[in-house]
């Protein structure tokens, strides 16, 4: 039953985080610029998880200290990958950057354990990433493709691809650390790590001060909910949730994004997204039907 439960925490934290676009996109309209919200969320959640961790969280944190390069690692690869994601849908549209970073990750993830293991993937898993990725294509056609949209599709591909693998690597580097630390913790240090990335090139560019109610609501749930609760439902999971199988489950994100944009922004509903959702809600399904292929068996080398 570990295993289930660590599936649900992972497609709790994919819905989540298919608010974190909608919400963006109200900051941008503030007026707020992309650096300048991630630079605000990271110093939020931060703060937050840094007063959570406690004592016993501080005291697991100096004792890794003795062998830092893992941690650091997860955080540095946190910041690249938010990073990339942001100028990667800036520079090939949202639809190009958004297919190519989440399209990416799971594909990478299933080989590099099929590697690790000496092990062709197995036909169902090729089917659930397969359906995933499909699903995800057409979730993101259906979304449209502006040209304007899309300044510099090669630079913004490129970032895409960075912001993938960085994303897949982080997911399957840290999961030894779920075993060790606690999920608070991991989060905790990763997100300050990532501020530390990010704090220079945030104050070199100019950090705007958020005010108004509905710009600190927007940044206080980037921060408390898109970030603190997410990533630790996300890093929880991580204890009992293969990598691959980890990034399938989170694509519930675009399927959520579907969903709001839809209710929310009074988009119009299409044949592509209204497939595309089915087939990524499907292979979540058929994981959840077959959650033995998720569990970390006894014994075995664990992800990442």
């Known amino acids: 039953m570990r295993d289930r439960r660590g599936m649900l925490m992972l497609s709790a934290a994919g819905v989540l985080w298919g608010t974190l676009g909608p919400a963006v996109r109200a900051l941008q309209d503030d007026g707020l610029a992309t650096l300048s919200i991630t630079f605000w969320r990271l110093v939020l959640a931060t703060t937050v998880l840094f007063l959570l961790v406690g004592r016993p969280g501080l005291r697991a944190l100096r004792t890794e200290a003795s062998r830092p390069w893992r941690l650091v690692l997860v955080g540095v690869l946190f910041a690249v990958f938010q990073t990339t994601f942001f100028v990667g849908v800036k520079e090939a549209g949202v639809a190009v950057g958004t297919l190519v970073t989440l399209g990416i990750a799971p594909v990478a993830a299933a080989v590099v354990e099929s590697v690790r293991e000496r092990a062709l993937p197995s036909a169902r898993t090729v089917v659930t990433v397969g359906s995933a990725v499909l699903g995800l294509g057409l979730v993101c056609v259906a979304s449209g493709a502006d040209a304007a ?151 075995a080398p664990p992800p990442g």
């Open 149 to 299: 949209a899309a300044p510099r599709p090669l630079l913004g591909i490129a970032a895409s691809l960075v912001s993938g693998l960085s994303y897949a690597a982080s997911t399957m580097v840290s999961g030894p650390l779920t075993r060790r630390l606690g999920a608070v913790v991991i989060t905790a240090a990763s997100t300050a790590v990532a501020l530390l990335v990010v704090t220079p090139f945030a104050l070199a560019g100019g950090v705007a001060i958020p005010v108004g109610p509905r710009t600190l609501v927007g940044i206080a749930w980037l921060g408390v909910v898109t970030t603190v609760f997410t990533y630790v439902l996300f890093y929880a999971g991580l204890r009992t949730v293969r990598g691959s199988v980890a990034m399938i489950l989170t694509l519930l994100e675009p399927a959520t994004a579907v969903v709001i944009a839809v209710v929310a922004f009074g988009e119009p509903v299409t044949v592509a997204g209204t497939v595309g959702t089915l087939l990524l809600i499907g292979a979540v399904a058929l994981l959840y039907l077959t959650p033995q292929g998720a569990r970390i068996e006894a014994g």
